[in-house]
Structure formats: C-alpha cells, structure tokens
C-alpha cells in the first residue's frame, strides 16, 4: 500500500526563540537528535540579493544554484532573456563566487564539441569537481565540463525522437545528481519525459530508469487533430484534480529536481504533480509526500509546486528543504518521515520573497540559496542567500480531550 502525507504549504509555526550558534548548533541537533523524532526546526535570516557581480555585466534571469566542496556558489544564469538594452552587458552564463560573494570567474556557451543548451537551466557540480549543465529549450542532452569550463562529455543530442524510450537522448532535462558511492549520475527527466534516468558519471553508459512509484514511464498519446502536440507542456499545470489519494500513476511534466540522500533515497520534486517522491537508487517507492496539492491555476501560479531539493548539511540530512514555485515558499520537511515542518517565503521582490521560486542549494553551514525564474521586476533577477540562524524547538501541540 502506498503511503501519503498530506501538505498545507502556508503552515507556519510560532515558537519563542531560543537560537544557538549556526554550525554548532546544526551538528549538537543532529547528535541529539540521531534515530529519534526532529524536536527542532532550522531557522533563517534572508540576506537578499547576495554575491557581487562586476559592474560592467548585469545579471539575467537566474535558474540554478550550486555549491561545490569548498563552499564557491555556482550560478547558471540565462544571457539571452535580456533586453536588446542589455545583452551587451550580458554576464556568461555560468558564474562562481567565493564563500563572501565576491566574483571569482565565468565561462559558458556554445562551443566546439558539445551543444551549448538552448535555454539554460539546472547546475550541479559533483563530488569529483565536475560541472553539470542541462537546459529545457530544445535540449535533449546533458553536458560534463570541468570547473574551469574545459568540455568533457555529453549525454544526449538534439533533434531525436522525443520518446521515454530512448536510453541515450534526453527531453529537456531539469535537474541531476551524482550518487558518490555508485558514481551513478541520476537526471530528473524533465520537461517532455516522465521519468528519473540512470548513467554511469564517468562513461555516460545507461544503468536504469523508472517513472512515478517505480513504475514505467509511458508517453503521452499523440494529440487530437488541431490540438498542442503529444504532451501537457511545461507550463499548462496539472492535468485537472481529483485523481485519487496517491495522484498521477505518472510523473507530470516537469519532474523537475532530483537528490540523493547519503543513506542511498532518491529525492525526485515532481513539480506538475505537485508532491515529492521518494525511492530507493534501484527505483523501488518508498514514500511521497504533497506540496500545496491544493495550489491550482490560474488562483496559484500555474498550479506547479515543488520546483528545487536540498538538504541541510548535518551528516544524517535530517532536514529537507523543497522549494515551492506557485506559493512562494521555502518548506522545511523531516526528510526520513516527510512530515511538515516549517515554511517560509511569500511573493514579491523583497529580501526573503519570491519572483517564481526555481532550484536551490545549501553550503557545508546550513546557508540556503535560492534561484528565481521569471521575475516580477529586474531586481528578482537574483540569487539570494537565507543565512542559517539556528534552531527553535518544535511547538507542542496539545490535543483536545
């Protein structure tokens, strides 16, 4: 049987304050708290718009958020968004900046060997330096760079059969991960399929892959004569609800981030089904949990919820931190029991509100970045940096008798 956990995304918790030094504090919660109930919640000061970018570029829109192992922020970012006004001063799309937010290099775009994505959108750099890029234009691939923007390899070309099929070619991947123990590469595939692929991270060989609850990831049927083509669409927000306890027997487009836990659970944010699933690496369910099931175009967004994945730093990753596009908000989960926690977040272009909330990422510290897509005004074109505070104890909820 299946189990589900129901989530109202604008929950807040009250509690008095009682907040210890950041890093200790993270690791003294962790020891406390190892195999027993999360009796804290983390807590966060937004610092707004955070690293600084040379003056003679200016920042587009900004897609993902990554941090490598010394703490850097990586940045992908998309130059073509810009105005005709400010493509001139248009920054590459791949930025990295020091621990204090100063500048330390760029690179990106197309180049000899590999096809540049058409619209940049996930970053991720792994345990062994690499760099990941995938897009979501007209992209089918996912390409390998190393972190000072030398190419070496590609997964998936463009203009092949759009099919979850297909083994070797992608459909507008979203997000990856790398799983250090298996040095397996896991792509959240993505805007046109349905499905978490496998390949290995050193040779781009296939290893697996599964759709919702494990199963197999099927195709959409070709269209009616006169309508859009196979396929919902990124944007066109859940096919109509209710459809059960469980949701969709499918991913619904886009499956959009993907995260591995140290103790071997596949993280997928199934954005258009709005909820989070989770699995074992071979692919077999064990849970999910929803995100604003209640969110629905066009009242909430596009009716898209879960949107980016981290997990706070602690070494059980006791917390899970999901992004919320269509409601704005940061949520805070137990990750082994997926039981609400916390939220925060609210729309707008303030420090500590949202402009469409996309990926984010979290250093060695428990400090949370966030990326914001489609902005409500220039100045969401931003990253911006939730430095972790400390922790509150859990309210006690008293049960009427």
């Known amino acids: 049987m299946r189990k589900t956990f129901l989530t109202i995304a604008t929950l807040s918790v009250g509690v008095a304050a009682m907040i210890a030094g950041p890093q200790r504090g993270l690791e003294q919660a962790a020891s406390a708290q190892a195999g027993a109930a999360v009796t804290q919640i983390p807590k966060f000061r937004a610092e707004g718009s955070w690293p600084k970018l040379p003056s003679k570029w ?12 010394q703490d850097h922020l990586w940045v992908l970012q998309r130059p073509n968004t810009l105005s005709a006004e400010e493509k001139p001063k248009a920054a590459p799309p791949v930025l990295e900046f020091d621990t204090e937010g100063n500048f330390i290099q760029a690179w990106g775009g197309p ?3 590999y096809d540049w994505p058409e619209t940049e959108h996930g970053i991720y750099i792994d345990p062994k330096g690499f760099v990941w890029i995938g897009g979501n234009g007209n992209d089918d691939q996912i390409v390998k760079f190393t972190k000072a923007g030398k190419f070496v390899m590609q997964i998936g070309k463009g203009g092949q059969k759009k099919t979850n099929a297909d083994t070797k070619n992608l459909w507008e991947p979203a997000d990856v991960f790398v799983y250090p123990k298996t040095n397996e590469l896991f792509v959240a595939d993505g805007y046109g399929n349905k499905r978490i692929i496998v390949f290995d991270a050193g040779t781009g060989a296939f290893k697996r892959m599964w759709g919702a609850f494990g199963g197999a990831p099927m195709d959409d049927p070709p269209a009616l004569e006169g309508g859009r083509g196979r396929g919902r669409g990124s944007d066109a927000g859940p096919p109509p609800q209710p459809m059960g306890p469980d949701g969709d027997p499918q991913f619904v487009p886009p499956v959009h981030a993907v995260k591995v836990s140290t103790d071997g659970l596949v993280y997928v944010a199934d954005r258009g089904g709005r909820r989070v699933q989770v699995f074992t690496i071979a692919g077999k369910f064990v849970n999910q949990v929803f995100i604003g099931r209640e969110c629905h ?4 967004g596009n009716g898209q919820t879960a949107a980016g994945l981290a997990f706070s730093p602690d070494p059980e990753q006791r917390y899970l931190y999901v992004a919320n596009r269509s409601q704005a908000q940061i949520m805070v989960f137990n990750r082994k029991t997926l039981e609400f926690l916390d939220g925060f977040g609210s729309w707008g272009s303030g420090p500590g509100q949202f402009g469409t909330l996309h990926h984010l990422s979290v250093d060695s510290k428990g400090n949370l970045y966030t990326a914001e897509v489609t902005p409500l005004k220039p100045v969401n074109r931003r990253v911006q940096k939730f430095t972790f505070t400390g922790f509150v104890p859990m309210p006690v909820v008293i049960k009427n008798k």
């Open 58 to 69: 200016v920042m587009a829109i900004v897609s993902s958020t990554g941090i490598d192992e």
């Open 297 to 300: 175009a066009p009242d909430c």
């Open 111 to 113: 180049g000899p060997g």
